[in-house]
């Protein structure tokens, strides 16, 4: 159990333009889940939290209108880049708590995202 | 910033034993360790937790220091699939991950 999926798993889009990635837990609920951008080498940074019916709190740096998030219900959260640009081509990660108290994080295969 | 902090790399050879080590000074009494290792173009990888008691499962052990400022991955027989980056982080109030130890395992 406790497996959590990412679509597209790659993308590669013109810049300019906004790619939607999403994030579903398929055999539990995530009040909770959490997206990450990871650059070549190095290790994964925390982007965002994001709370179902609720607004997303981002980390420092992030600009949340260029990183739309939507965790519209328990299973799904959504990432929208809009007006990507080459500097946003990144694998992007989301992890989900499955709620049982412990902290749990189980995460998702990663989606490349190549922005031309 | 992460609130843990491992040695970047580490190297071992296939068969024998792997010891991980994580400093996390300033953990509180409520937050778990939890251990993870990511693979080249993929998630992360649930490995192993705990709190204050050692743990075990079928992948790893877990030691951690009777005051909890540390902690110490155990691979009891490395193999070729191991060699990853593995992250130790306390996920109680700190999602954000450290470095890690790129493990290498040598044949």
């Known amino acids: 159990g406790a497996v959590v999926s990412q679509h597209p798993s790659w993308v590669i889009c013109k810049s300019g333009t906004s790619v939607k990635i999403e994030c579903r837990s398929l055999?539990?609920?995530?009040?909770?889940m959490f997206w990450y951008r990871q650059f070549p080498k190095q290790s994964l940074m925390l982007m965002a939290t994001s709370n179902e019916g609720s607004k997303a709190t981002y980390e420092q740096g992030v600009e949340k209108d260029k990183f739309l998030i939507n965790h519209a219900s328990l299973t799904l959260s959504t990432l929208t880049v809009t007006s990507a640009h080459p500097e946003d081509s990144s694998f992007y990660i989301c992890?989900?708590?499955?709620?049982?108290?412990?902290?749990?994080?189980?995460f998702g295969p990663g989606t490349r995202l190549t922005v031309l | 910033d992460a609130k843990t902090t491992q040695p970047n790399s580490m190297e071992s050879n296939e068969e024998e034993p792997v010891h991980l080590p994580c400093n996390h000074s300033t953990i509180s009494g409520t937050d778990y360790i939890h251990w993870y290792r990511q693979l080249p173009s993929q998630g992360p990888e649930y490995v192993i937790h705990g709190l204050t008691s050692n743990v075990n499962n079928r992948m790893a052990s877990l030691a951690i220091a009777e005051d909890r400022k540390s902690s110490t991955l155990i691979l009891h027989r490395a193999t070729l699939r191991d060699a990853a980056v593995y992250y130790c982080?306390?996920?109680?109030?700190?999602?954000?991950f450290g470095a890690g130890t790129r493990l290498t395992v040598k044949p």
């Open positions: 982080i306390l996920p109680n109030n700190d999602m954000r």
């Open positions: 992890s989900a708590d499955p709620d049982r108290g412990r902290n749990e994080q189980f």
């Open positions: 055999d539990f609920q995530a009040t909770t």
